[in-house]
C-alpha cells in the first residue's frame, strides 16, 4: 500500500520554541495531506486541511498563527507548532489521500509525532 | 449535519471469540463510503475495511467484516476469531459529498478493544 511517512515521531521541546514536522507521502502525489490532534483515549480532531500551493484550511477554534502549514509540493506538508507551550503537548498526526480522490479512496497516515513541550 | 456514533467507549471479548463493535452513521447524502480503522498503543492508523453506499455485498478482509444496514445507517465491525494484537482503539470513519473536494472523512470516538488471553 502507499506509504505516508510523519518525522520526527517523537520530539521534546522547551517552552516558547517553535517545533517543525514534516509529512511526506512516499510513493503518491497528494494534493491534499489532513493534519490531526490526538489526546490520549479519545478520537482524531482534524485540525487542518493542508492544500498543496494554496492557503491550508482550518478548522474552527484552531490557531492559525500558532499552527503554521505548509504545503509546498504534492508529496510534502509540515506543521509548525510556534511558541509551544505545555497544554500543545499531544498526539500530532497527519493523513494524505492519493489523486484522484473517490469517496472509497483509502486515507494513508504517517506514523505520529508525540510532541512534549516542557 | 454528517455525523459517527460509537457508542462503545469499551468493549473486552475472549481470545478466539468474536466481538462486534457498533458504528451507526448520519447523513443526508446518498452516496458515501465508511472506513474503519485500527489504531493499536503505538498510534499508528491502520486501514482494515470499506463499505460503499451502494455495495450490496457486505465487505470482509480476512478476520474482519461490515455488517452493514444500510436502512438502519449502521456499519457494525466483526472480527472474527479475536487475536492478542487486536486489543486496540477502533475508529469508524465516513466520507460523502458533502466532505467537499478535499474529502475529508468524519469520524467516531472510537472503542477500546482489549482480547483477554
Known amino acids: 500500500g502507499a506509504v505516508v511517512s510523519q518525522h520526527p515521531s517523537w520530539v521534546i521541546c522547551k517552552s516558547g520554541t517553535s517545533v517543525k514536522i514534516e509529512c511526506r507521502s512516499l510513493d503518491f502525489q497528494a494534493t491534499t495531506m489532513f493534519w490531526y490532534r490526538q489526546f490520549p483515549k479519545q478520537s482524531l480532531m482534524l485540525m487542518a486541511t493542508s492544500n498543496e500551493g494554496s492557503k491550508a484550511t482550518y478548522e474552527q477554534g484552531v490557531e492559525k498563527d500558532k499552527f503554521l502549514i505548509n504545503h509546498a509540493s504534492l508529496t510534502l506538508s509540515t506543521l509548525t507548532v510556534t511558541s509551544a507551550h505545555p497544554e500543545d503537548s499531544s498526539f500530532y498526526i497527519c493523513s494524505a489521500t492519493p489523486v484522484p480522490q473517490g469517496l472509497n479512496t483509502e486515507a494513508f497516515f504517517g506514523q505520529g509525532t508525540r510532541l512534549t513541550v516542557v | 449535519a454528517q455525523k459517527i456514533t460509537q457508542t462503545q467507549p469499551g468493549m473486552f471479548v475472549q481470545e478466539k471469540e468474536a466481538v462486534t463493535l457498533d458504528c451507526t452513521y448520519d447523513?443526508?447524502?446518498?452516496?458515501?463510503?465508511l472506513f474503519w480503522y485500527k489504531q493499536p498503543s503505538s498510534g499508528e492508523m491502520i486501514f482494515l475495511i470499506y463499505q460503499g453506499s451502494y455495495d450490496e455485498q457486505n465487505a470482509t478482509e480476512g478476520r474482519y467484516s461490515l455488517n452493514f444496514q444500510k436502512a438502519r445507517k449502521s456499519a457494525n465491525l466483526v472480527i472474527s476469531a479475536s487475536q492478542l494484537g487486536d486489543s486496540a482503539m477502533y475508529f469508524c470513519?465516513?466520507?460523502?459529498?458533502?466532505?467537499?473536494?478535499?474529502?475529508?472523512?468524519?469520524w467516531g470516538l472510537g472503542t477500546s478493544l482489549a482480547v483477554n488471553p
Open positions: 447523513t443526508s447524502d446518498q452516496s458515501y463510503g
Open positions: 470513519a465516513m466520507r460523502d459529498h458533502n466532505a467537499g473536494n478535499n474529502r475529508k472523512l468524519i
